[in-house]
């Protein structure tokens, strides 16, 4: 049996108001509409809802189970209804989003304290993952969108992608590392030392070759682990400050330590060029995304600009 809801909450909104010309006004209709579609719910139902009399509108015995049921069916359909309003203007939904490591920690967490200032209703889900748990969630549509190295997914005709701007790295360690008291090193110098980083996809591998001795390749995953393997940038930084490890950041990342000391630059013999990669934002072609998404992209672009001046 089909019960069109509308007369549900007809009948709710008359056994509150215990009268027909009060209950009509309240629902903004006229009292022959509400007697007809309390008739017709009537019908529909095959029983009889309420007792009429000239004071009063009571729910019959019968009527009181129905109406009881129908009150929680009114309610969860008003707050389905309030819930779909927040999310199609971009004021409610839970918003779930990955960011490799990197992005994670220049644009993506600063760009979420953003939105939530700007939106405190906002329902976020951030996630931090290297290279390929972010993919690996973004394709079987356990998040919105995800931002990290896009190079690699030009190519996937069944992923969106809006590139960010590039992400130009240095070489650092701890102030105190062993390699600074050396007037020039080499790369077996160099080698000596382990690598602290998040896992990268295969076309990064030029980070680390030559440089890193414990490198290896994922073959069953497709990408390169470093001596220390880490889904955290937070960790790195510590790692780094309390080891003699090296690791990859850009200049924003590390400013706080090098101003402290406790950081310090590794300028690498035979690379000439800095450590780059092409941030930017991916999601399923086939997925809509909300309102709050896009507001929340913009800022993360926002972000990246600034970071590029």
Request: with cysteine; glycine share 6%; hydrophobic share 45%.
């Amino acid at each position: 049996m089909e019960i069109d809801l509308k007369l549900l909450q007809y009948a709710v909104t008359l056994s509150r108001h215990r009268h027909f010309g009060r209950a009509a006004a309240a629902l903004g209709v006229s009292q022959p509409t509400l007697s007809r579609n309390i008739a017709a719910l009537e019908k529909q139902l095959g029983m009889r809802v309420f007792e009429r009399s000239h004071r009063d509108v009571v729910a019959t015995p019968a009527g009181d189970d129905v109406l009881n049921m129908a009150d929680e069916l009114v309610a969860r359909a008003e707050a389905i209804s309030h819930r779909l309003e927040l999310v199609r203007d971009g004021r409610g939904g839970r918003l779930r989003v990955v960011a490799g490591t990197y992005a994670f920690d220049i644009a993506v967490q600063p760009a979420a304290i953003d939105l939530i200032n700007a939106n405190p209703s906002i329902r976020l889900e951030l996630l931090e993952r290297e290279w390929a748990a972010a993919l690996a969630l973004m394709m079987t549509d356990q998040v919105d969108f995800a931002v990290f190295d896009v190079e690699a997914l030009r190519s996937m005709p069944a992923l969106r992608v809006e590139s960010l701007g590039e992400f130009r790295g240095r070489y650092f360690c701890r102030s105190g590392h062993p390699l600074l008291r050396k007037a020039t090193f080499d790369v077996e110098d160099v080698r000596r030392y382990p690598f602290v980083m998040p896992g990268m996809p295969r076309h990064q591998a030029g980070m680390l070759e030559g440089l890193d001795a414990g490198a290896t390749q994922d073959a069953s995953r497709g990408f390169i682990l470093p001596s220390i393997a880490v889904s955290s940038f937070r960790t790195v930084r510590e790692i780094v400050a309390g080891t003699d490890a090296i690791s990859v950041a850009h200049p924003s990342q590390i400013s706080d330590g090098l101003a402290t000391k406790r950081f310090a630059v590794l300028d690498m013999p035979t690379r000439r060029r800095a450590p780059v990669a092409e941030f930017g934002v991916a999601w399923k072609r086939e997925r809509t995304l909300p309102p709050a998404a896009r507001s929340l992209i913009a800022i993360i672009r926002r972000r990246m600009r600034a970071i590029g001046r």
